[in-house]
């Protein structure tokens, strides 16, 4: 079955440097991925996505590439702020029909003021 | 638009007690997913309902069951509750309609269930 890996588990960057997230899907029928951020006590938000027609999104201070070729896909937040501070999860699609994701083990980012 | 709301936010059950769990989508949404979060395993798949039926299962005992309502509303039940099943119970709502493709989904803040 579908397997995600997500680097580095834990992440600290200064505030107003950039932070990069990596993640590795297996499954090649895999077709869109969405990154979450979670912040403590609340449920996972829908920051970015991306679908495996595109190769680079981008919202502001946040984008996704994704290389279908090598599995992969990151995500890029610039001009980190201390508010960017959470837990991010990648996830890949499983098929092409419903909404069943496996996710990745999440990243924790620090953003030091 | 409001968001999905689940209840309750927080619950705590004795071993071998059932439990059941609510969760209304976003206004519009008729696809509702339900995940377990725990430190350990992460983020996993239960189930999903489109439509008052489910579509997509994932690999979890039968102790875990779900059902959707004409409104789109939905429950998941887990009975015989074990120490294991503490976790973060999190619902999404998705537009997804009825033919193929993959669509967006939007998380609840999730019920905190404690099995003592």
């Known amino acids: 079955g579908e397997n995600v890996e997500q680097h580095p588990s834990t992440l600290s960057v200064q505030e107003g440097d950039s932070a990069v997230i990596k993640c590795t899907y297996s499954?090649?029928?895999?077709?869109?991925f969405p990154w979450y951020k979670q912040e403590l006590g609340k449920g996972p938000q829908l920051i970015i996505d991306i679908r495996s027609n595109v190769g680079e999104k981008k919202d502001q201070r946040i984008a996704v590439t994704l290389n279908k070729t090598a599995k992969h896909f990151s995500l890029h937040i610039t001009e980190t702020q201390p508010e960017d501070s959470a837990v991010y999860f990648c996830a890949a699609s499983i098929g092409n029909y419903g909404q069943n994701f496996v996710f990745g083990p999440g990243t924790r980012l620090s953003v030091l003021p | 638009k409001a968001g999905v709301t689940q209840t309750p936010r927080y619950l705590i059950k004795t071993r071998g007690q059932q439990v059941t769990l609510s969760c209304s989508p976003i206004s519009g949404h008729r696809s509702v997913s339900w995940y377990q979060q725990t430190p350990g395993q992460g983020l996993q798949f239960l189930f999903e309902?489109?439509?008052?039926?489910?579509?997509n299962k994932g690999n979890f005992p039968g102790r875990f069951s779900g059902r959707q309502f004409s409104n789109s509303r939905s429950e998941m039940n887990v009975s015989t509750l074990e120490l294991g099943d503490s976790a973060l119970y999190l619902c999404?709502?998705?537009?997804?309609?009825?033919?193929?493709?993959?669509?967006?989904?939007?998380f609840g803040p999730g019920t905190r269930l404690t099995v003592t």
């Open positions: 999404a709502s998705s537009p997804r309609g009825p033919t193929s493709g993959v669509y967006e989904q939007y």
């Open positions: 499954d090649s029928a895999s077709n869109y």
């Open positions: 309902y489109f439509s008052e039926t489910q579509r």
